[in-house]
């Protein structure tokens, strides 16, 4: 299929040059959306050649109205409302991993890496040419992919997976070669094959993108008054292809000022609030780290919870609110980090990652984080053509702790595990099993401290577990096993047992909310994927699940059901709805390390819909209902949308988001009086938020793009009633679980957050791989122990007399390639 190319072709989106003129036409494409193997309405032809460093791909996508073809202008890797043309790359054949290159007929890029034969990672950034070209037969599209960005065994002679999809976005419709049918499980699995590419380069690779970053940042505070100062830091990244499948990518004095701020969260609860990875060093490649914990829908598995946690590198220092104060840096610095990732012809995946950040100082020169070095270490090896895989992941953290730190941080935390899965019946079916085991070192202050968070609640009654203070070590296990039904047919299912023991703890390089666990969930769902009468796809989904400690008591009993439809206008719907507690259970992290509380049933329903997006103004609604405490907690919230497509190039949307919640228990606290007696506290808490998330996008081209992001945040909250648990928490009956207290003098009656954060960002790429950042941050914040008794309009503008802290930065990358 592939041809050797004598002279490489001009990248002009023309079929003139002489390889064009020789090269197999591929034209037998079919649909997949709205309809699975239906006849695709235009017709699509590819040609395909390579030399010794690339590979080359010409498209002619053929269009008897080529003044409709839809067009939009965005910047790289942002999908707008037009027609696109896709390669898809298996360069190892696995059957397993690939490579996606999309353009749209503006020119706009969009590349993805495939793992695991379905999932997308759409953080890396391939060095590769297209330019496209819009005539009168409809438009084309002609690829210059150099081979040093493809990942490939050594070998004289080599067979790559390969695949196109075309959209045509005004008929939306979705056609591929060969056919790609969305009832079978996977994706590179039903690639066709690019064969008989000979000689291909096997040279060492080296890419080297050293920065310049200047900044201004705020100093000081209203007490001793505010100053700015100018700093300016140098650094790099490298990366090396030591082979045509082993890859080293390093960054030293790594800086992410053009990332886009975390969301303002008010965190209630007795859980960490996750943050989703926005780094670019740390989000390319790293879904080869990924050992998922507590991940029951195989397809989805949105619990975030895992043993590698990259945000835990370059935190906030752990004790800034101990021995810090508003000059303490809110970042570590990450003095260097490294990734070592391969392939072997023989199946076998692996990847080393490494990382130091910098001890940083607090008031008197204490430490608030030690230097820390962080570790990963991965291996992965399919068998069977990839239906088959073993795996296993070990990790470790280690602190160089002091006087200041010791009584508060692990010295050293370990992590292994290892996992198995297997594909049968024609990849329909799959079962899959793993275990971890953990292993935190530290103080026997620092242990105590751990056994007694909300990960843990050692101290806790009624739940078979003792606080031993001596302990200079705490350890764990995990277990867990799935079977499921992924492709074939319009049915599918999973049911998943997880088990952790109490002592389980992997949150200095992992993400775990709690431990002490036992959770049995079984998912169900029916899948539609051809067009016929009101709807293009439609799905329905049925989740139950129970969940116990590990001393057996009920944690939970949930049974959930949602349905999904993609309209014929376009158009999506969805509804579903949840009940909890269905049966007798308990809540062993309410009191926060007291006695077991009494469940009351939650019936939580939700729905939403979002209009065509391709139209100039598009719209949506989410709304969410919680109702419990036997009628006396509801909450409800409403998340609206407008977005506004005035141009090709300009794109705007505004989404407030308005919730009230009654909650009318909330933990207050826990108290301890002259008698040593603890009183474990509730409230009813009345407590509205009102946030405001808005985004603009300017496309002056493919290149060349402003970006502005903000989000004003507000919440206030009231508490009153104030309660403290009976001597019968776990009665059945709500209104005999707690029995009126007075809080200590002094006690919050109330609190207050505001918040205002923004990210403009203008991003020049003025070569391929070199990029240019002009960014300005801009935030305000303020907090109070009691609510505001004013409107939220006043709360919103007096977000503006707060003091700014304003972050200006330049930044400049550029791409060494040898």
């Not at 027609?83 to 298996?90: E, N």
């Not at 992924?486 to 389980?504: C, H, N, P």
Request: charged share 20%; with cysteine; net charge neutral.
């Amino acid at each position: 299929m592939a041809v050797r190319a004598t002279a490489a072709p001009r990248i002009d989106g023309r079929a003139d040059d002489a390889v064009w003129q020789t090269a197999p036409k591929q034209s037998a494409f079919r649909q997949f959306s709205p309809k699975v193997n239906g006849e695709a309405l235009f017709r699509t032809e590819f040609q395909v050649a390579y030399d010794e460093r690339n590979l080359y791909v010409f498209l002619r996508m053929f269009d008897p109205h080529p003044d409709s073809i839809m067009h939009a202008l965005s910047r790289r890797d942002q999908r707008g409302p037009s027609d696109q043309i896709k390669i898809i790359i298996d360069s190892y054949d696995d059957k397993r991993s690939g490579y996606e290159l999309a353009v749209n007929p503006d020119g706009v890029k969009r590349d993805y890496t495939i793992s695991d034969d379905r999932a997308e990672d759409g953080s890396w950034d391939g060095i590769w040419e297209v330019v496209t070209r819009v005539d009168s037969l409809g438009w084309t599209a002609e690829y210059r992919v150099p081979l040093s960005q493809l990942r490939y065994a050594a070998a004289a002679s080599h067979t790559f997976g390969f695949g196109v999809w075309r959209d045509i976005e005004r008929k939306n419709e979705r056609d591929s070669w060969p056919l790609y049918d969305p009832k079978l499980n996977g994706l590179t699995s039903q690639l066709g094959r690019l064969e008989g590419l000979t000689g291909l380069g096997t040279g060492m690779r080296v890419e080297g993108t050293p920065y310049l970053v200047t900044k201004s940042v705020p100093q000081g505070s209203a007490a001793a008054g505010y100053s700015r100062s100018e700093v300016t830091t140098i650094g790099g990244d490298l990366k090396a292809g030591l082979t045509p499948n082993v890859t080293l990518d390093a960054t030293i004095n790594p800086d992410f000022g053009q990332v886009e701020a975390d969301p303002a969260v008010v965190n209630l609860s007795a859980f960490e609030t996750f943050y989703a990875e926005k780094r670019p060093f740390f989000v390319e490649g790293t879904r080869l780290y990924q050992f998922p914990l507590n991940c029951y829908i195989v397809v989805d598995c949105s619990t975030n919870e895992g043993l590698f946690y990259s945000r835990r590198i370059g935190r906030s220092p752990a004790l800034r609110g101990l021995y810090g104060d508003a000059s303490t840096p809110s970042a570590t610095n990450i003095l260097g980090a490294a990734k070592l990732t391969g392939r072997t012809g023989g199946g076998l995946s692996f990847g080393l990652l490494d990382a130091v950040t910098q001890r940083v100082g607090g008031v008197g020169a204490k430490t608030v984080e030690p230097q820390t070095n962080f570790t990963v270490l991965r291996a992965q090896q399919d068998l069977r053509g990839g239906n088959t895989g073993l795996g296993v992941i070990a990790t470790a953290v280690n602190r160089s702790l002091d006087d200041w730190t010791a009584p508060y941080m692990h010295r050293g935390a370990y992590a292994i595990g290892g996992n198995f899965r297997n594909r049968f019946h024609h990849g329909d079916y799959e079962f899959s099993a793993q275990v971890t085991a953990s292993r935190v070192d530290g103080s026997a202050a620092a242990i105590a401290r751990t056994q007694s968070n909300s990960v843990h609640y050692y101290q806790q009654p009624g739940v078979g577990l003792s606080l031993d203070t001596t302990r200079t070590s705490l350890g764990g296990h995990e277990e867990q096993v799935k079977f499921g039904k992924y492709g074939g047919g319009i049915t599918r299912f999973e049911s998943s047992l997880v088990r952790q023991s109490a002592g389980f703890d992997v949150n200095d390089l992992g993400y775990l909310r709690r431990a002490d666990l036992l959770d049995w969930a079984t998912w169900a769902a029916l899948s539609w994927n051809d067009a016929r009468w009101i709807y293009r796809w439609a799905g329905l989904n049925a989740n139950h699940q129970l969940r116990w400690n590990t001393n057996g008591t009920k944690l939970d009993h949930m049974v959930n059901v949602n349905g999904h439809m993609g309209l014929l206008n376009n158009w999506d719907v969805h509804l579903g709805a949840t009940i909890a507690n269905v049966s007798t259970t308990r809540c062993d992290r309410c009191t926060r390390g007291g006695p077991l509380l009494g469940n009351s049933p939650v019936f939580a329903p939700w729905g939403g819909f979002n209009s065509d997006a391709r139209k100039p103004v598009s719209y949506g609604l989410w709304v969410n209902v919680n109702s419990g405490s036997a009628g006396h907690t509801y909450v409800y919230s409403y998340s609206p949308y407008v977005q506004f497509r005035s141009s090709t190039r300009l794109v705007a949307s505004v989404g407030p988001y308005y919730e009230h919640a009654n909650y009318d228990a909330q933990w207050f606290g826990n108290f301890t009086d002259a008698a040593h007696v603890t009183h474990y506290a509730f409230a009813h808490l009345d407590q509205t938020t009102l946030a405001m998330t808005t985004r603009v996008n300017y496309t002056v081209s493919p290149t060349l793009t402003f970006e502005f992001y903000g989000q004003p945040f507000v919440t206030n909250g009231t508490y009153s009633s104030v309660r403290e648990v009976s001597p019968t928490p776990e009665a059945h009956r709500y209104a005999d679980r707690y029995v009126a207290f007075t809080p200590p003098a002094g006690s919050s009656t109330g609190f207050k957050y505001v918040q205002l954060r923004t990210n403009a960002v203008v991003r020049w790429e003025f070569r391929p791989g070199s990029t240019m950042f002009v960014v300005w941050q801009h935030g305000r914040e303020d907090s109070a122990g009691q609510a505001s008794t004013q409107s939220w309009l006043r709360d919103y503008s007096d977000l503006f007399s707060l003091h700014p802290n304003n972050i200006f930065l330049l930044k400049m990358a550029y791409w060494l390639n040898r």
